[in-house]
C-alpha cells in the first residue's frame, strides 16, 4: 500500500517545513501541496483507491474553500473511506473550532501549529 500525506494550507513556508519533517519520519511518504480546499478534494478524488492509504492534515482558514466547506464536502460526497484520515491543524486557539471538529466523526484529531517531528511521527504512523 502506497502513503500519500496530502498537506492543506495556504502557507507555502508551513507546507515546506511539514514536507521535510515528513521525509525525515517516513523518506517513501508521497507528498501532495494543496493551497486550498477546492484543490485538496481534486487531489484526494484522484488519490483514493483501495492500494492508498491517505493521510490529510487540513488547515481551517484558507482561501477559495476553507477546511470547514472542505470537511462538508467530504462528508455530503462520502469521500472518506477506511484508508484516509483527516487531521486538523490550525493556529486558531478558539475552543470552539475544537468542539466543531469533534462533530466529524472521521477526523482523528485537532492539532495546534506549529507541529513537532514527534507529532508528525504521531500522525504517520497513527500511533
Same mark, same amino acid.
Given at each position: 500500500? =502506497? $502513503?500519500? #500525506?496530502? #498537506? &492543506?494550507?495556504?502557507?507555502?513556508?508551513?507546507? /515546506? &517545513?511539514? %514536507?521535510?519533517?515528513?521525509? &525525515?519520519?517516513?523518506?517513501?511518504? +508521497?507528498?501532495?501541496?494543496?493551497? +486550498?480546499? !477546492? $484543490?485538496?478534494?481534486?487531489?484526494? *478524488?484522484? #488519490?483514493?483507491?483501495? %492500494? =492508498?492509504?491517505?493521510?490529510? !492534515?487540513?488547515?481551517? +482558514?484558507?482561501?477559495? #474553500?476553507? @477546511?470547514? @466547506?472542505?470537511?462538508?464536502? !467530504? $462528508?455530503? =460526497?462520502?469521500?472518506?473511506?477506511? +484508508?484516509?484520515?483527516? /487531521?486538523?491543524?490550525?493556529?486558531?486557539?478558539? %475552543? %470552539?473550532?475544537?468542539?466543531?471538529? *469533534?462533530?466529524?466523526?472521521?477526523?482523528?484529531?485537532? /492539532?495546534? *501549529?506549529? !507541529?513537532?517531528?514527534?507529532?508528525?511521527?504521531?500522525? &504517520? /504512523?497513527?500511533?
Amino acid at each position: 500500500m =502506497n $502513503k500519500h #500525506l496530502i #498537506l &492543506i494550507d495556504d502557507d507555502p513556508i508551513y507546507r /515546506f &517545513i511539514i %514536507e521535510k519533517m515528513a521525509y &525525515i519520519v517516513y523518506p517513501a511518504i +508521497n507528498i501532495h501541496h494543496c493551497e +486550498n480546499g !477546492l $484543490k485538496g478534494i481534486e487531489c484526494i *478524488k484522484s #488519490l483514493v483507491d483501495i %492500494e =492508498n492509504e491517505i493521510i490529510i !492534515l487540513l488547515d481551517i +482558514n484558507m482561501p477559495v #474553500l476553507d @477546511g470547514w @466547506g472542505m470537511l462538508e464536502e !467530504l $462528508k455530503s =460526497n462520502n469521500i472518506i473511506d477506511k +484508508n484516509v484520515s483527516v /487531521f486538523l491543524v490550525s493556529s486558531s486557539t478558539d %475552543e %470552539e473550532d475544537i468542539i466543531r471538529s *469533534k462533530s466529524y466523526d472521521f477526523i482523528k484529531n485537532f /492539532f495546534h *501549529k506549529p !507541529l513537532s517531528i514527534e507529532v508528525i511521527q504521531s500522525i &504517520i /504512523f497513527q500511533d
